[in-house]
């Protein structure tokens, strides 16, 4: 595969995680000892909104990069809006089946 993949979102308390499945070819060429900042995994064709955070390496893995925002977060700003992670958070504890706070 020669093309960055779409990425996987999962919702989990307090974060929104993503991975981003790179052609192992051009993970090569990355670095293997830090996260890239936002320009640099941007420079290489990772397109998503903004607010995503690069937050570990996955060592056995490092063509797929991890990703994740908190809830909430305003995809044009890429800033928390309250009422958009009250909303996340309703419906993450009503697919779960959780109650209170």
């Known amino acids: 595969e020669d093309s960055v993949l779409p990425s996987i979102s999962n919702c989990w308390t307090p974060f929104t995680y993503r ?42 893995e490092p063509h ?8 909430g977060t305003d995809p044009q700003t890429g800033a928390v809006d309250p009422e958009l992670k009250r909303m996340a958070l ?3 504890k ?8």
């Open 19 to 60: 991975h981003v499945i790179l052609p192992k070819e051009l993970a090569k060429t990355l670095p293997k000892t830090r996260l890239l900042s936002e320009n640099e995994w941007r420079s290489i064709g990772v397109q998503q909104s903004r607010g995503w955070q690069h937050y570990a390496i996955h060592r056995p």
């Open 64 to 71: 797929i990069l991890l990703f994740r925002r908190p809830l």
């Open 90 to 92: 309703e419906e993450y």
């Open 94 to 101: 009503g697919q779960f089946g959780l109650k209170g706070n």
